[in-house]
C-alpha cells in the first residue's frame, strides 16, 4: 500500500507539472488568438470588437488539463466583455467565426463551414471584405455562403441561385417548391445586377456588377 501510495503522489506531482505546461501554452495562445482575431474584427465591420479568451484554473485535474477556457467579446470601448453566447448577436457571432477561423484556416481540420448571412447588418466597403474574407477561408475548406449582398457574392467561386415557385389549386391549396440554379458568367451578371439595382437589365447595373467580379478576381485588391 505504502508503494501504491508513493507511486500515486508521484504521478499526481507530474500531472500537475504537466497540466501548469498546458495553462502556460494555453495562456499565450489565448493572447495571440484574441489579438488576431480583434484585428480582422476592425475588418468586418466591427471596429472597436475585442475577442477576449480567458484561461482560469479551476484547481481540478481532467483530461484536458486543469482550465477553464472562455471566449468573451467587448463590441465596442467601455463595454465589458461578455460570454458570446450571451453578448453577442446573430450577426457578430457570425463574423467572430469567421474571423476566428480566417485566423485558423490553415490548421483547422473542419472542411465545410456554412455561413448564413455572416455579412447581415453590413455594407459597403465592410461588405467587400466580409467576402474577400470569405475567399481567404475557401482557400483552405469548403464555404457555403448564404447571403442577399452582391457585394459578397462576387467573390464566390460558384454563384447558385435559390428559386421558389408556387402553383396554386383550384380548391385554394397550392405547393410551393425551391429549386437551385448554378449561374454561368453572364447570368451572374444579370443575377448581381439585379441585387444590386433590382433590375437585371439596367446598364449601369451590370458594368457595376462587372466592376464587382472584377474587384473579386484580384487578390488583395
Known amino acids: 500500500i505504502e508503494s501504491l501510495e508513493a507511486e500515486l503522489t508521484e504521478l499526481e506531482a507530474r500531472l500537475r507539472d504537466e497540466a501548469a505546461g498546458l495553462t502556460k501554452l494555453r495562456t499565450e495562445a489565448a493572447a495571440e488568438l484574441g489579438e488576431r482575431v480583434s484585428a480582422e474584427l476592425t475588418a468586418l465591420a466591427m471596429p472597436d ?47 467572430v467565426m469567421l474571423a476566428i477561423e480566417v485566423v485558423l484556416a490553415e490548421v483547422d481540420p473542419v472542411p465545410t463551414f456554412v455561413f448564413d448571412e455572416v455579412d447581415a447588418g453590413v ?33 464566390a467561386g460558384h454563384h447558385i441561385r ?23 458568367r453572364e447570368a451572374r451578371i444579370r443575377e448581381l445586377a439585379r441585387m444590386l439595382a433590382g433590375h437585371e437589365d439596367s446598364e449601369s447595373a451590370r458594368a457595376h456588377a462587372e466592376e464587382l467580379l472584377a474587384t473579386a478576381a484580384v487578390p488583395g485588391e
Do not use: W
Request: zero cysteines; glycine letters at 14%; hydrophobic letters at 45%.
Open 162 to 184: 435559390v428559386i421558389k415557385t408556387s402553383s396554386s389549386a383550384g380548391d385554394g391549396t397550392g405547393v410551393t417548391a425551391s429549386d437551385v440554379v448554378v449561374l454561368d
Open 49 to 95: 470588437a475585442r475577442l477576449v479568451i480567458n484561461v482560469e484554473a479551476t484547481g481540478e485535474l481532467g483530461p484536458h488539463g486543469a482550465d477553464a477556457v472562455e471566449f468573451l467579446l467587448a463590441p465596442h470601448p467601455g463595454a465589458p466583455p461578455r460570454p458570446l453566447g450571451k453578448g453577442a448577436s446573430g450577426g457578430e457571432l457570425s463574423r
Open 123 to 155: 455594407g459597403g466597403k465592410a461588405a467587400i471584405e466580409i467576402g474577400r474574407r470569405l475567399a481567404m477561408l475557401a482557400r483552405h475548406v469548403q464555404v457555403i455562403v448564404v447571403t442577399h449582398l452582391p457585394q459578397v457574392a462576387a467573390f
